[in-house]
C-alpha cells in the first residue's frame, strides 16, 4: 500500500511510459499502430498522469489524497 | 503629399491623440495621488490642503485602522453615514426604490458587458483577417469584425444613457449611499469619466476609419486601436468592479468607514481580482451569445443562400468564442466562491448554504442548460460537414451522459419544505435526496458535461477531416485513453468525497477541474497537431445547417442573460441588510430579501426589456447594412469549396 500512496511510483510509471513510447517512435516506429501496444502505452501515460494530479493538487492545498488508504 | 502618406499621417495622429487621452487622466491626478489622493470626505477642503493651513491641527491627526489590510493610515473622510427610514435619506416614489435601481443597474450592466465584450472579438478576428495567407478568408474575417462592431456602436449609445439613468437614480433614491460611496471613490472618478471619454473617442474612430485603413501600416495602426480600445474598456471595468468589490468587502477605511487615504487599498478589497476574471470571462460568454443570437435572427431573416451562408459562420465563430470563456467560466466563478468564503465564512454559507441556496440551484440548471445548448449546436452543426456522419451514432451516448451530469449537478442536499412536510419526512435530509447534492457529487457532474462539450468540439474540429499523420492511430487511441480515464477519474473523486471527511473533500474538486483543463488543453492541442495536413472529405457548406440550431444559439443568449441576471442579484443581496458590507447598514424599508419567486420574475423581465431593446439594436444594424466596407462582399461558402480552418 504504501508504494502505491507513494507520488515517487506513480512518477515512475508516467516516466516509463514516456520512455517507451520514445523508444519506440525512435528504434521501430510501425509498433505504434499494433493496438495492444498503443492502448498499454496509452493507459499507462494517462493512469500515472491523472494520479499525480490528484496526489500533488490536494498536496499544494495541504491535504492527503491517500487519506481513505493510509487508515 | 499622397493621399497614402496622408491617411497615415492622420492615423498616427489618431493614435497618437487616443494614447494621449489615454494617460492624461492619470497626469490629472497625479497631484491629487501624490498628495494622499485628496480628500474624499463629503463637504470639506481636502485633508492636505487642511493640514498646511493649520499645522497644530495637523500635529493632532487622527489615525484609524484599514478594516480589511489592518494597517494604520491617517483618517482622511467622514464616517459613513448612518441613516434612517426616512426621505431624508431615503427619498422615493410610489414604488420599491430597490426595484427601480435593480432594473437601471441591470440594464446598463447587460450593455456594458456587450459593448466590453464586442471589441475584444473585434480585435481577435480582425488580427486573424491580417495574419491570414488566404485572401478570401482574410476579407471574410474583416467583413465580420466590423460586422461585430456595427452592432456594438449601437449598443454603446445605449450603454451610455443607461449609465445616465443609472446615476440619476441613485442620486434621486438613495443620495446618502451614493454621497458616501462617490466621496469614499472620488480619487478615481474621473479617472474613470475620462476613461469613458477615451473609449467613446477610439471606438468612433476604429469605426468609422474601417475603410480608410484596410491595408497595409494603416490596417496595423487600426488594429493596434482596438488593443487601446479593449485596454481601456478592461481598465473601466476593473474600476465598476473595485466599487462592488468595497461594498462586499470594504478595505482602505476603518470601521466606521473613514476614508484612510490610500485609494488603492480601496480598490484592491480582497474581492477585487476574483471578481475581475470572472466578470471578464463572464461578459466574453454573454457577448458571444449575443452576437451569435444576432447571427442566428440574421440568418433566420435571410432571403439568400449567401447571406445565410455569412450569418451561419458568423454564427459559429461567435458561439466558439462565446463557448471557449464559457468552459474556464465555472472555475472561476469556483475562485470567486473560494475568495468570498476567506473573506467572511458566514457570507459563503448565506450564498450556498442558506438563505441563497436555491438560487444556485437555479443557477447549476441555467449552466446545464448552456452546456446543453452549445452541445446541441455542434451536433446540429456536423450536419453541414461530409464526413462527420460518423459521429452521429455516438450522440446518443453523449447525450446520455450529459443528462447524468445535469441530473446530478441539479440535485439538491436539501429541500424547501413546509413544517408539516418536515415533521412527515422526519428531518431536513431526505432519506434518498440526503445522500446526494453534495459538492463533490456536484463537481463530478458539471466537470463531466465540460469533459463532453470539449469531446463534442473535437468531434466537431475533426468533422470533414481525416488525420493523414503515420501516428494518427496512436494518437486516436491515447485520446480516446485518455478521455475515458478523465471520465473516470472525475467520477472516482466525485464518489470517493463520499468516503472521507468534509475537511479533506473540500480539495477534490481542484483535482477534478485539473482533469478537465487537462482534456480541454492536451486533447485540443493534440488533435490540432493531428489535423494538420488532414485529408478532407469535404468542404463545410456554411449556411446547409438546420434551422434548429438557431434557436439553440438564441436559447444559449437568452441563457446567458439570464444567469446574469441571477448571479447578479446573489451577489448583491448577500450582502443582506447591508450598503456597505459590515460598515454602512441599509436602513430603507427595502432591506430585506425577496423571494425566489419575485426575484425569478424580476431577473424574467430584465431578460424580455433587454432582448426587446437589443432587437431594435439589430434592426438598427440591418439598416446600416449596405454601408459595409468596398470590396468586402463575401464569398459564397458551400459553394465554392475553401479551407474549412474551424
Not at chain 1, 499544494?60 to 488508504?69: A, S, T, V
Not at chain 2, 434557436?551 to 437568452?558: D, E, G, N, S, V
Not at chain 2, 433587454?610 to 447594412?625: E, H, K, N, P, R
Amino acid at each position: 500500500m504504501d508504494m502505491i500512496t507513494s507520488p515517487g511510483f506513480w512518477t515512475t510509471l508516467l516516466l516509463l511510459g514516456v520512455i517507451l513510447l520514445v523508444g519506440i517512435v525512435i528504434k521501430k516506429k510501425a509498433l505504434l499502430s499494433n493496438t495492444y501496444v498503443a492502448v498499454g502505452i496509452s493507459l499507462l501515460i494517462a493512469v500515472a498522469y491523472f494520479h499525480l494530479v490528484d496526489h500533488y493538487l490536494m498536496d499544494m492545498q495541504g491535504l492527503d489524497y491517500w487519506y481513505l488508504f493510509r487508515k | 503629399m499622397g493621399r497614402v502618406t496622408r491617411n497615415k499621417m492622420l492615423a498616427i495622429l489618431a493614435l497618437g491623440a487616443m494614447i494621449g487621452l489615454l494617460l492624461l487622466p492619470i497626469f490629472v491626478s497625479m497631484p491629487a495621488l501624490a498628495g494622499g489622493g485628496g480628500a474624499p470626505a463629503a463637504g470639506g477642503p481636502p485633508p492636505d490642503v487642511a493640514a498646511k493651513a493649520d499645522k497644530s491641527e495637523a500635529a493632532k491627526v487622527e489615525k484609524g485602522r484599514d478594516v480589511y489590510f489592518k494597517t494604520e493610515g491617517i483618517v482622511s473622510g467622514a464616517p459613513a453615514p448612518k441613516t434612517a427610514d426616512n426621505p431624508q435619506f431615503y427619498p422615493r416614489y410610489n414604488f420599491e426604490s430597490r426595484v427601480l435601481l435593480w432594473f437601471a443597474n441591470q440594464q446598463h450592466l447587460y450593455y456594458g458587458s456587450f459593448v466590453l465584450a464586442v471589441p475584444i472579438f473585434c480585435m481577435i478576428i480582425e488580427f486573424m483577417g491580417i495574419v491570414s495567407k488566404d485572401k478570401a478568408m482574410a476579407k471574410k474575417y474583416d467583413q465580420l469584425a466590423y460586422d461585430f462592431i456595427k452592432i456594438s456602436l449601437t449598443a454603446y449609445s445605449l450603454t451610455a444613457i443607461l449609465g445616465g439613468i443609472l446615476i440619476f437614480t441613485f442620486l434621486t433614491l438613495y443620495p446618502a449611499f451614493f454621497g458616501y460611496l462617490s466621496s469614499i471613490f472620488r480619487p478615481v472618478m474621473h479617472i474613470y469619466a475620462l476613461l469613458f471619454v477615451a473609449e467613446s473617442g477610439t471606438i468612433y474612430i476604429y469605426y468609422y476609419g474601417w475603410d480608410r485603413m484596410k491595408e497595409g501600416l494603416l490596417k496595423w495602426i487600426h488594429a493596434s486601436m482596438s488593443i487601446v480600445l479593449n485596454v481601456i474598456g478592461t481598465v473601466l471595468m476593473f474600476l465598476a468592479n473595485s466599487w462592488i468589490g468595497f461594498m462586499m468587502s470594504p478595505a482602505g477605511v476603518d470601521e466606521q468607514g473613514r476614508y484612510l487615504g490610500n485609494i488603492w487599498h480601496v480598490i484592491h478589497t480582497a474581492l477585487w481580482n476574483p471578481l475581475n476574471v470572472h466578470r471578464l470571462l463572464g461578459n466574453m460568454a454573454f457577448g458571444g451569445g449575443v452576437v451569435a443570437a444576432y447571427a442566428a435572427y440574421r440568418f433566420l431573416a435571410s432571403k439568400t443562400d449567401e447571406e445565410r451562408a455569412h450569418y451561419d459562420w458568423m454564427g459559429y465563430i461567435a458561439m466558439a468564442i462565446g463557448v471557449a470563456f464559457l468552459i474556464p467560466l465555472p472555475f472561476a466563478g469556483y475562485w470567486l466562491m473560494r475568495e468570498v468564503y476567506a473573506y467572511r465564512q458566514q457570507m459563503g454559507i448565506t450564498l450556498m448554504g442558506g438563505l441563497l441556496a436555491w438560487l444556485f440551484i437555479i443557477q447549476a440548471t441555467m449552466i446545464g442548460i448552456l452546456f446543453l445548448s452549445s452541445n446541441y449546436y455542434l451536433w446540429q452543426a456536423m450536419g453541414r460537414m461530409r464526413g462527420a456522419e460518423k459521429y452521429q451514432r455516438y450522440i446518443k451516448y453523449m447525450v446520455f451522459v450529459l443528462v447524468c451530469g445535469f441530473l446530478i449537478f441539479i440535485t439538491p442536499h436539501t429541500m424547501v419544505m413546509t413544517p408539516a412536510e418536515l415533521k412527515a419526512m422526519g428531518g431536513q435530509q431526505h432519506p434518498v435526496l440526503g445522500n446526494y447534492g453534495v459538492m463533490s457529487a456536484k463537481n463530478g457532474g458539471i466537470n463531466v458535461i465540460i469533459t463532453t462539450t470539449v469531446l463534442s468540439f473535437i468531434w466537431y474540429q475533426r468533422g470533414n477531416k481525416v488525420p493523414v499523420v503515420s501516428w494518427a492511430k496512436f494518437g486516436n487511441i491515447f485520446m480516446g485513453c485518455f478521455f475515458g480515464l478523465a471520465y473516470a477519474n472525475i467520477i472516482w473523486l466525485a464518489v470517493y468525497g463520499y468516503y472521507i471527511p468534509a475537511n479533506v473533500r473540500v480539495g477534490l474538486s481542484v483535482p477534478q477541474v485539473a482533469t478537465t483543463l487537462s482534456c480541454l488543453f492536451f486533447m485540443t492541442a493534440l488533435n490540432l497537431v493531428m489535423l494538420k495536413g488532414a485529408k478532407q472529405s469535404g468542404p463545410i457548406e456554411w449556411g446547409k445547417i438546420s434551422v434548429r440550431s438557431q434557436y439553440a444559439l438564441i436559447m444559449l443568449a437568452t441563457a446567458f442573460t439570464w444567469m446574469m441576471g441571477l448571479m447578479g442579484y446573489i451577489r448583491s443581496s448577500v450582502r443582506l441588510f447591508w450598503h456597505v458590507n459590515e460598515i454602512m447598514r441599509d436602513n430603507s424599508p427595502w432591506a430585506y430579501t425577496h423571494t425566489t419567486g419575485f426575484a425569478a420574475n424580476m431577473i424574467s423581465f430584465n431578460v424580455l426589456f433587454f432582448w426587446l431593446t437589443i432587437l431594435f439594436v439589430f434592426f438598427l444594424a440591418t439598416l446600416g447594412v449596405k454601408k459595409a466596407p468596398a470590396e468586402a462582399k463575401v464569398p459564397v461558402p458551400g459553394r465554392v469549396p475553401e479551407p474549412a480552418t474551424h
